[in-house]
């Protein structure tokens, strides 16, 4: 079992950056597919961000890609979201998630994920 807890997270103002961390407990943190989620008012959790556990294969949802990027170090047990031009409507929960997976397999969907973290608050001001 792994324990995940975000940091990172507070208000920034339209256009600025944050750098989400999440550290994971364990010394298995090399075989975990890692996860970025949020969860804005009003909606359901969704998928934002993937590594594989080599750190080799990522995916970024749409609506982040070319903006967010996901980067994990494994010397450190930390999986990171640099977040960058934030917009009003990111504000809301961010999670950081991990599952057991192969080399390359990577998951974009909140089901395939067996721990979480419990979430790190992003505000971003218009």
């Known amino acids: 079992q792994v324990q995940l807890v975000e940091s990172g997270g507070g208000l920034v103002q339209a256009g600025g950056s944050l750098r989400l961390s999440c550290a994971a407990s364990?010394?298995?943190?090399?075989?975990?597919?890692m996860g970025w989620f949020r969860q804005r008012p009003g909606k359901e959790r969704e998928f934002v961000a993937t590594?594989?556990?080599?750190?080799?294969?990522?995916l970024h949802s749409h609506s982040v890609k070319g903006r967010f990027t996901v980067s994990r170090d494994k010397d450190k047990n930390t999986v990171y979201l640099q977040m960058n031009n934030l917009k009003p409507e990111a504000t809301g929960v961010y999670y950081c998630?991990?599952?057991?997976?192969?080399?390359?397999?990577?998951?974009?969907?909140?089901?395939?994920?067996?721990?979480w973290g419990q979430g790190t608050r992003v505000t971003v001001s218009s």
């Open positions: 998630a991990a599952r057991y997976a192969h080399l390359g397999d990577i998951r974009a969907v909140v089901s395939g994920y067996a721990y």
């Open positions: 364990g010394h298995t943190f090399r075989t975990y597919n």
């Open positions: 590594i594989s556990r080599g750190g080799t294969n990522t």
